[in-house]
């Protein structure tokens, strides 16, 4: 889980009139600080001097500062994907959606408050200001009624309500307050130790039958979220399922390919996507009675992928028309065209001439030969290497001759420098149009950083 525990510093306290003067955000994945913006803002309006008695902060601090509007970016950025946490979250969280309606954006999130986890994890104590509730657990609170000192208090004080509710349990009561919880045959145990790390979960039913399997980055975030839902097909799931098992994967990659293999081999009832074996196109490529190297596209079984598999035809037909464009080819020799005569492509791909007999064949073969060879470069042998399922541990996914072989864990202390110490960790598995799908999503994502293992040892970044 993502977390953005923020603070802010304002002219007053009423949502519509009063304005930000400072902000704070801490951006938190799990319990660990992974990012921090602070700033002065400008509220474009006198700041009461009540205000400044309290804060510190007066007209001249925030005269040069930015306006709401230059920081509002940074902001959307920072608290993208993840709930927003602050003390009396009902206080800053209207107050900094004011802001963003200003600028005419819906700026919305999901919250949590640390004064009501407190109260709920921490029974007992005389305050639950934050003031009272740091001094009282030792936690420092410097810099009191300014944002980054408050937010860096909140931080620990987060830190330590999350090891109180060392299952989660408390939380998603809390983040999903407004929603109703399903109906479960699953004793509450079951859920408890659902971890939040990737992987892949499987629902049972009352003769432990594996209905539906299904991949998350966070297992237990994604298994309640079935349980939340509204819809009917949900709800029938959540009804048959009896209990809940998973498997740990380490990483994102390795969660997506288990997923694949596990909804092939059990044909789950609550799964359709994967259940039938879809038929993907190929680019194929002959030789034709004139001696002439021709593409064409062609349907395989996912058994036999053959060069580059394509879920749908307009992708097959657009990587033709670009190996068409890069090396010269005649459309009608490409398999976007089926006419007599010369070709003539509404795209305007011009050839030079060897549909009309105007070139040697020989030098046109030399081009469709690099284009096949171009289209055949992902046929290589190379590892993806990810992270383990612990510290200690590092994930591999292993391709030979562009097909998946499987994929496996080992230890950083384990004697491993390239393929043939990689076989020794191996776990099999097949190679269908889905796991290439997969692989080859993965690193055409260019949001990633991956590493490569390939046969000469080296470990590369794409």
Do not use: W
């Not at 997506?256 to 092939?264: H, K, S, V």
């Not at 998946?404 to 420098?417: C, K, M, P, R, S």
């Amino acid at each position: 889980m993502v977390y953005a525990v923020l603070d802010i510093e304002t002219t007053g306290k009423r949502v519509g009139q009063a304005r930000i003067t400072e902000i704070c955000v801490v951006r938190m994945e799990e319990d660990k600080v992974i990012n921090k913006f602070v700033s002065l803002i400008n509220p474009q309006m006198p700041i009461p001097k009540f205000i400044t008695q309290l804060t510190g902060i007066d007209d001249d601090m925030v005269r040069s500062a930015p306006n709401f509007e230059e920081v509002a970016e940074r902001i959307v950025e920072i608290t993208e994907n993840a709930v927003v946490v602050a003390h009396n979250v009902n206080f800053d969280y209207p107050i900094l959606r004011s802001e963003f309606k200003y600028l005419g954006y819906n700026f919305k999130r999901k919250k949590l408050c640390t004064v009501r986890l407190a109260k709920r994890l921490m029974p007992g104590k005389f305050s639950y200001s934050l003031g009272r509730l740091c001094s009282s657990l030792g936690i420092p609170l410097v810099n009191r009624h300014r944002a980054e000192g408050d937010t860096d208090a909140t931080v620990i004080l987060f830190q330590r309500l999350m090891q109180l509710d060392s299952d989660g349990i408390i939380f998603d009561s809390f983040l999903n307050s407004r929603k109703t919880f399903l109906r479960s045959n699953v004793d509450r145990e079951t859920f408890a130790k659902l971890p939040q790390r990737p992987g892949v979960y499987f629902f049972k039913n009352s003769e432990n039958k594996i209905i539906y399997v299904g991949k998350a980055i966070r297992i237990k975030e994604r298994v309640l979220s079935h349980f939340y839902s509204k819809s009917e097909s949900e709800r029938s799931l959540c009804a048959a399922t009896n209990d809940i098992d998973f498997i740990e994967t380490g990483n994102e990659l390795v969660a997506l390919l288990m997923e694949a293999e596990e909804i092939q081999k059990h044909l789950p009832e609550f799964n359709s996507v994967q259940k039938k074996s879809r038929i993907p196109y190929c680019i194929v490529h002959y030789t034709n009675q004139k001696g002439i190297i021709q593409l064409a596209l062609d349907r395989k079984s996912a058994l036999d992928l053959g060069v580059r598999p394509f879920q749908r035809r307009e992708g097959a037909i657009e990587k033709l028309t670009e190996l068409c464009k890069e090396f010269d080819l005649c459309p009608k020799y490409s398999g976007l065209q089926r006419i007599k005569g010369g070709c003539g492509h509404p795209a305007n791909l011009d050839c030079s001439g060897v549909c009309r007999g105007m070139e040697d064949i020989e030098e046109y073969n030399r081009r469709a030969k690099s284009a096949i060879a171009a289209l055949s470069d992902s046929r290589r042998n190379y590892a993806i290497v990810e992270n383990g399922r612990s510290r200690e541990e590092l994930a591999f996914v292993l391709v030979r001759d562009g097909s998946y072989q499987g994929y496996g864990f080992y230890n950083h202390d384990d004697f491993v420098q390239g393929f043939l110490e990689l076989e020794n960790f191996l776990i099999p598995q097949r190679n269908t149009f889905y796991t290439t799908r997969i692989i080859s999503s993965y690193l055409n994502d260019k949001t990633r950083k991956i590493r490569l293992m390939v046969p000469e040892l080296i470990h590369s970044d794409v």
